[in-house]
Structure formats: structure tokens, C-alpha cells
């Protein structure tokens, strides 16, 4: 059965990077079927979707967030990570990673909350 | 870009039915979705992909009181005999080149 794990800081400086990484068990990251991504979820907020990652490297990014992220992956350890840059308050949010089919999110991960705080 | 639009909140009682809407925005009513439910302090969990002909694909173990259909650029997810482990927020996604979330559906059991 195939599980997602996200792993991080729980706190990040206000103006630094935000790094978390996504492990994924129970499947392949290289399989051609599936993009891997990120999306969040501010406190008693919806659900934002950040961007996704092909096995091959191809990305694609929230245009609102794009000139702040990074996603990238790890084929050799089946992870893949996100980096969001010059954080403030408002990065605030539970982070989940998740698996997309062709369409549409078909997995997710448990989550981990990143507090953005001096 | 696709828009999701869907009601903030719902409520039925224990046992009955309910039926969730999702819209599309003008000229996106072909398009794919999925529901998720997300119920309080967990992650969202995959229910189903639905398509714009009413035919659905659900998630493993979602159980068969739960089902989708579609009219149009409306697409719905019904639950029968609901159950109190049903209240919980229910978000419609698609994709275009980027994911799209709808706001959410806060659906309390009476």
C-alpha cells in the first residue's frame, strides 16, 4: 500500500527557506503514471495546491508561489522535496504531499504543520 | 483557469442522505474532479474521481454509501445513511496545467 511521509523543521525564521521532504513507500517515484506535489493548508483555512514534480524532473508551480519554490526529486531514494523561499507568517500552514494521477490527487500524506516565527 | 465553486456549509441527520455540489466555472464543464474528505484534525483522504458523464472511480475502502454524479458543469457526491464519522469538510479538485481546489463544504451530521 502506498504511503507518503513528510519530514521537516516544524519552525522556520521569518525571511528564511522552508525544506520539507516527502518518502514514499509502498511504490515506485518512477513510475510513469503519476506527478508528485505539495499542498497546503493554513490554520481553519481550504486546501492550496503549491506545484508538482514528474519522475523525469518536469515541474510545474502556483503561479502565485512560483518565483518562491522549488520542487525536486530523488529517484535513488524514492523522496521528493520542496524549498519555499523568503518565508513570512502567511507560509503558515499544515504542508501535505500527495500523489496526483493524470487528473486528480489520489493520495496523501499525513501532514506536518511549519510555523513561520522568530 | 477552472473555478470550483461549492457551498461553505451543509447539514443532515444520522441516516439520511445528503448530496454535496461542485461547480465549474464557464466553459470548464467537461472537466474531471475529485472529492476528498478531510475530517477534523486529519489529513484529506481520496473518495473519488468523477467525470462529467456521472461515471466515478473511487478510492480504496471509501465505502458504497458514497457516490458521485453530474449535470452539466454540477458535480455532485451523495452519502447515504449517514454516519457521525461523515461530518467533515469535503473539497472538489481538478487540473489545468496547476491543481485547483474548491473552498470546501463543512457538512455536519444532525
Known amino acids: 500500500q502506498l504511503q507518503l511521509q513528510e519530514s521537516g523543521p516544524g519552525l522556520v525564521k521569518p525571511s528564511e527557506t522552508l525544506s520539507l521532504t516527502c518518502t514514499v513507500s509502498?511504490?515506485?517515484?518512477?513510475?510513469?503514471?503519476?506527478?508528485w506535489g505539495w499542498i497546503r493548508q493554513p490554520p481553519g483555512k481550504g486546501l492550496e495546491w503549491i506545484g508538482s514534480?514528474?519522475?523525469?524532473?518536469?515541474?510545474y508551480y502556483n503561479p502565485s508561489l512560483k518565483s518562491r519554490v522549488t520542487i525536486s526529486v530523488d529517484t535513488s531514494k524514492n523522496q521528493f522535496s520542496l524549498k519555499l523561499s523568503s518565508v513570512t507568517a502567511a507560509d503558515t500552514a499544515v504542508y501535505y504531499c500527495?500523489?496526483?494521477?493524470?487528473?486528480?490527487?489520489?493520495?496523501w500524506g499525513q501532514g506536518t504543520l511549519v510555523t513561520v516565527s522568530s | 483557469q477552472p473555478v470550483l465553486t461549492q457551498s461553505s456549509s451543509a447539514s443532515a441527520s444520522l441516516g439520511s442522505s445528503v448530496k454535496l455540489t461542485c461547480t465549474l466555472s464557464?466553459?470548464?464543464?467537461?472537466?474531471?474532479i475529485a472529492w476528498h474528505q478531510q475530517q477534523p484534525g486529519k489529513a484529506p483522504r481520496y473518495l473519488m474521481k468523477?467525470?462529467?458523464?456521472?461515471?466515478?472511480n473511487k478510492g480504496s475502502g471509501v465505502p458504497d454509501r458514497f457516490s458521485g454524479s453530474s449535470s452539466g458543469a454540477d458535480r455532485y457526491l451523495t452519502i447515504s445513511n449517514l454516519q457521525s464519522e461523515d461530518e467533515a469538510d469535503y473539497y472538489c479538485?481538478?487540473?489545468?496545467?496547476?491543481?485547483?481546489f474548491g473552498g470546501g463544504t463543512k457538512l455536519t451530521v444532525l
Open positions: 500527495a500523489r496526483r494521477g493524470v487528473t486528480t490527487v489520489t493520495t
Open positions: 509502498g511504490g515506485s517515484i518512477s513510475s510513469s503514471s503519476y506527478y
Open positions: 514534480i514528474y519522475y523525469s524532473g518536469s515541474t
Open positions: 464557464s466553459g470548464h464543464s467537461s472537466y474531471i
Open positions: 468523477l467525470e462529467g458523464s456521472g461515471s466515478y
Open positions: 479538485e481538478t487540473w489545468d496545467s496547476k491543481g485547483v
